[in-house]
């Protein structure tokens, strides 16, 4: 039921800047990952088609016209997730099983991979501003 509820307002949230520029560190693709995946990476087997059938139809007409997903090598991102104090990421090994399969996963979307192993935060900001102005967003 937190799921559902979750997807519940994500979906109202989504809905409201159908038509507007956004950008989300998690989008309704994310979420449709997380809802579908996350089960079986804590060992449960749940119907979450049948049990969330209209929320998934709903959050499912919520696309993006752009995704970026930050790749990044296992051995970096323990160190980053190590060398982080300000966050508990209490679920980062069952989320990290799915990493995999979640690359994968995205490639039926508009996805563009940036490759962030030598890239620092600044990097990032500055590919990412540029890439909105080329676009005059």
Excluded: H
């Excluded at 997807?7 to 949230?13: C, D, N, Y």
């Excluded at 990476?41 to 969330?52: A, H, K, Q, R, V």
């Amino acid at each position: 039921m937190n799921q559902k509820m979750f997807m519940e307002a994500k979906i109202k949230e989504f809905q409201n800047v159908k038509d507007s520029v956004v950008i989300f560190d998690r989008g309704p693709e994310d979420i449709e990952f997380f809802t579908l995946f996350y089960p079986t990476s804590i060992g449960e087997e749940w119907d979450i088609e049948t049990e969330l059938k209209d929320e998934l139809y709903k959050l499912r007409e919520c696309r993006s016209d752009v995704i970026f997903y930050l790749d990044v090598t296992k051995k970096n991102v323990y160190d980053r997730k190590n060398n982080d104090r300000t966050r508990n990421r209490s679920t980062f090994e069952e989320q990290f099983k799915l990493a995999e399969t979640e690359k994968d996963w995205y490639k039926q979307f508009p996805v563009t991979y940036v490759d962030t192993n030598r890239l620092t935060v600044d990097d990032l900001e500055v590919y990412f501003m540029d890439w909105l102005k080329e676009r005059g967003l």
